[in-house]
């Protein structure tokens, strides 16, 4: 197991279109975040999966996203009609947490999908 | 008011210097306290993770965390040219899978 990766690496796309990202976090980690990062801002929360359930929406993550994670392994964020004010670095992280209520020890992160919206 | 405040720099010292980062918070919640590293164009990678208040060392990284103050620190000894980076302070509470992160400090180490 090479880490959390993301694909792609690079995104440029027209306004107005969807654009879809991949996550594959580390085999055995259940929980799965979305994060987004602007230029000289830290990391911001988007969602959270433990395994296949989404628990946890920011409510930065307008209608225009989605995110799923079928079968609790991979997962795909989707931004429709795309705008400006969403280029940005989107990032994936996975950790490994038993029980729901077991406290977060630090994530993995991958190296991001960096999404340029012209 | 953002719930972690973190000056953004950039720091600029020489080798070998000792490197103090801080962070600010106003939520009490917070039980645990972590610093991740960031360069360019990559994910944050974890360094170090406290629970609570104390100190953690882990090589040439201590980290401290002072909850009466809601103020954490990391100390970086003999620092690197390789340790130029953006630290990014970062914090959650109890059972919490959301972690909120300070806006990091651009850090620069001249050989």
């Known amino acids: 197991d090479t880490g959390v990766s993301q694909d792609p690496r690079h995104k440029i796309t027209k306004r107005g279109q969807n654009v879809t990202f991949r996550c594959d976090p580390i085999s055995e980690h259940n929980r799965l975040y979305w994060y987004r990062q602007t230029l000289g801002q830290g990391p911001e929360f988007l969602t959270y999966f433990q395994n296949e359930a989404q628990l946890e929406k920011s409510r930065l993550l307008s209608d225009r996203f989605s995110a799923e994670r079928p079968k609790g392994s991979f997962s795909t964020l989707e931004i429709q009609r795309t705008e400006q004010g969403d280029s940005a670095m989107y990032l994936c992280a996975s950790s490994l947490g038993r029980k729901l209520t077991e406290t977060n020890y630090g994530y993995t992160f991958g190296s991001g999908t960096r999404l340029t919206v012209v | 008011q953002k719930e972690v405040e973190q000056d953004p720099g950039p720091l600029s010292v020489p080798e070998g210097a000792i490197v103090s980062l801080n962070c600010t918070y106003s939520?009490?919640?917070?039980?645990?306290f972590m610093w991740y590293r960031q360069y360019s164009r990559k994910g944050p990678e974890l360094l170090m993770y406290t629970y609570s208040s104390g100190n953690k060392e882990d090589g040439r990284f201590t980290a401290q965390v002072d909850k009466s103050s809601k103020y954490i620190s990391l100390f970086i000894r003999d620092s690197q040219p390789s340790d130029s980076a953006t630290y990014l302070c970062?914090?959650?509470?109890?059972?919490?899978?959301?972690?909120?992160f300070g806006a990091g400090t651009r850090l620069f180490v001249k050989a």
């Open positions: 970062a914090m959650s509470g109890t059972g919490g899978f959301k972690t909120i």
């Open positions: 939520n009490s919640a917070f039980q645990y």
